[in-house]
Structures are given as C-alpha cells and as structure tokens.
C-alpha cells in the first residue's frame, strides 16, 4: 500500500461511530440520483456506482435520501426501502460496500412540502407539512430564497403515520444491512419546516417553542431507538440554510439558540450529528471563527461530521449548479479541523462524483489525478 501523505494524515486515522468502526475520517455525503424506477427500486446500476466509491477508500458511505414512503419522496425516481424488490436491491449495495471493506448507512428522507407533486407518483395528492403553506404569501424570505407550493397542514393522525413510516424504514434498514442510519433533518424539508419558525406557524404542541418544533423528530428519534435496540447508530442532518435558495437564513441565531435546538435532540438518542453547511470553514456565529460543526460538537460532545466544499472550489447550489467547480487539495483547513477536534469526520459529496477514486487519491498524494467537478456527470450513473 502506498504510504499516507502527511498532511493528509488526520483523515486517515480510524474512528468509532457509536460502535460503527471506520477505517478513516472520510465520508461519502448523501447524494439523490434519481436513477430508480418510479416504483422506488434503485436502478441495477447502483451495486456498483456505490461499490466504486467504497473501493475508492472512503470510510463510511451515506447513502443517497430513501424515501420513507410515496409522500415523502421527492419525486417518483427516488428510491424507497419497502420489502420486495426495493429492500432487495439496497441488501446488494450493503453487500457490496462491506465486501470492498467499507461502512454504509441509509439517509432516511421525507421531503414534506418540499415533494415536487408534479413528478410524484400520484400528482393528485397534496404534499404535507408542519402548515399548509411553507411561506406565507408576502413574507420577505420569499423574496430573497422563494417559495414551494401548499400543501396541506399534517393532522395528529398524519403525525403519527410519519412516525410510524421512519421507524419502519429504520427497522427494514437494520434488516438490509445498513450499519446505521441518518435522519435528513435538514434543508427545508419535512423535519426542517418543522425546526423553523417561518415554516412552523402551528399552535398545537408540535409548533410554538423548540421543545415544541422539535418534538416529532424526538418522536421519531425514540420511536426508532426502540425498534432498532441499542448499538444502531442513529444520525441527524440539519442545517441553516433551506431551499430552495435561502442560503443566508440562519434558523439558530445564536449558540444559545443552537443548544436550545440540539439538546432534545440529543436527549432523544442521537448518536451522531451533521452540520450541513456551504463551506465547511466559514465561521457560524459572529464574534468567533468556531465553524457550525465546531460548536455542534462544543453544545453536545457528540461525534460531529462537517460538509461543504471539501476538495472544490464552488459551493453547492441545488438549482444552479452549473459552474465546473475545480478541484481544491488544500487539506491543511480540513487536517486542521480534526486535528483540533472541532469535527470527527468530514463529508464529501460532488467531489466523489467525477473522483470514485478521491479518497485513495487524496491518501496518497496523488493530486494530479483528481479531476473538476462537472454538473454534466450527473446524467451518468457511475
Ligand atoms: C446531486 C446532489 C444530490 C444531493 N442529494 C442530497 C440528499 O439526498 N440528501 C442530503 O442530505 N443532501 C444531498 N445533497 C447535499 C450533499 O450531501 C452535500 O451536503 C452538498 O453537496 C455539499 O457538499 P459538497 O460541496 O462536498 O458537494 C446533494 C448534493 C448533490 C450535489
């Protein structure tokens, strides 16, 4: 084996995910495809695209967002993990990860108010979420970040079924493989339209105060935890900014605020935090340089991941991302990091789409190998 370059050595050191064991610091970033059929069965494709990757030396894959049921999803093309075909495929990706010696977890994913009907699998019913609408009509978010269209305002009943539909989905990730989950609390969808005030406006007891926009994913959280027993990793995505574009909103103002936010969360059972952020170094609060994945790990002692622009030089833009963004080896701000302790693991998300190979490359030296991003690789599954 070629020997590890020096500075990018603190990546490189093993680390243990809530009993999940992990060669190194190195994490594939969840990353929707749309390469399934409608029916929410990943394309045969998939076995390798994601066998590459962990070939490629990363230590844990996440994998791209599974529905947890038809409203959940996004679109009609992203896959789902029911028993059958659907559950049968993610077994030969977990097979597939674990025989080239890696980790993978499922992101389990509902979109709420965030599912494009239009291209869902039945556009006749009406997406849910926390309120009817995501903004309402003349707020000045939507100036600056826009809107998606109402749905309609999820009952007590529809409450419990989303509860009752992540714990199945955990439960049958167990089952498939995975060596974990990971909650996607983040970007504005569902759980996220829940954290924000904007998008929160119920009055019941999952509006209101934190402990109240909190409260189903603490439900969710326990409810999981109980099926799955213990030594499952349980993960959160969150975030400040949400889509569609609202890149400068900051939903936790302050520390304060952001411990306020986590600490039910952690209370609930949550194994391992993802501060998902633009720019993995780009301090979160003024009057300090501590990066959102530093004070995540401050606030709550948790294992913490970190996530934007590793290894590029343009941020990610979900609905214009069509600069070629180069890519970018300074490992030093990355190496840094965990080496301070500010955060365990670092992501990786469109670096891994033109460079499968990235990890080992980047262990190595071999700069010279790592090719730019090109939003055009998208269209190939490989
Ligand atoms: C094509 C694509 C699909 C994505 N899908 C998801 C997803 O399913 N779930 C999620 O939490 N984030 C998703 N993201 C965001 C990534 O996980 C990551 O946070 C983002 O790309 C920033 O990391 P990067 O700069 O290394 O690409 C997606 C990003 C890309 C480029």
Request: charged share 20%; glycine share 10%.
């Amino acid at each position: 084996m070629t020997a590890v370059s020096p500075e990018s050595a603190p990546l490189f050191e093993p680390f243990d995910l809530g009993g999940c064991h992990l060669e190194n610091r190195v994490v594939m970033a969840p990353m929707t495809r749309l390469f399934s059929h409608g029916d929410g069965i990943l394309a045969e494709s998939a076995v390798d695209y994601y066998r590459r990757r962990a070939e490629g030396g990363i230590g844990l894959i996440l994998s791209e967002g599974i529905a947890t049921s038809d409203l959940a999803a996004q679109c009609a093309l992203v896959p789902k993990i029911e028993p059958g075909p659907a559950f049968d495929m993610w077994v030969r990706v977990t097979d597939a990860v674990h025989a080239a010696g890696s980790k993978i977890m499922a992101q389990l994913w509902h979109t709420g108010l965030g599912r494009i009907r239009t291209e869902s699998k039945d556009p006749s019913v009406l997406s849910i979420g926390p309120t009817a609408e995501y903004l309402l009509e003349g707020s000045p978010q939507i100036e600056t970040g826009g809107n998606t269209p109402p749905g309609r305002a999820m009952t007590k009943a529809d409450i419990a079924a989303v509860v009752e539909e992540f714990a199945v989905a955990a439960v049958a990730s167990k089952e498939a493989g995975f060596d974990g989950i990971q909650l996607h609390a983040a970007h504005g969808y569902l759980f996220d339209q829940f954290f924000w005030p904007e998008t929160n406006r119920r009055t019941d007891e999952y509006g209101g105060d934190i402990a109240g926009r909190t409260r189903l994913a603490v439900e969710v959280v326990e409810e999981i935890r109980r099926r799955v027993g213990p030594g499952f990793p349980i993960g959160l995505r969150y975030s400040q900014w949400k889509l569609p574009a609202h890149y400068s909103v900051r939903s936790h103002k302050t520390p304060q605020e952001l411990e306020a936010f986590l600490t039910p969360l952690v209370k609930a059972g949550v194994d391992f935090l993802d501060a998902s952020t633009r720019r993995y170094w780009e301090p979160a609060f003024d009057g300090s340089e501590l990066t959102l994945a530093g004070w995540t790990k401050k606030l709550t002692g948790l294992p913490v991941m970190a996530v934007g622009s590793v290894g590029l030089s343009g941020a990610f833009r979900p609905y214009d991302m069509t600069e070629k963004a180069d890519p970018d080896v300074d490992l030093g701000r990355i190496a840094g990091m965990l080496t301070r302790g500010e955060a365990d693991l670092i992501l990786v998300g469109r670096a891994l789409i033109t460079n499968p190979e990235w990890a080992n490359n980047v262990r190595t030296g071999n700069y010279a190998a790592l090719v730019p991003y090109d939003i055009a690789k998208l269209a190939e599954h490989w």
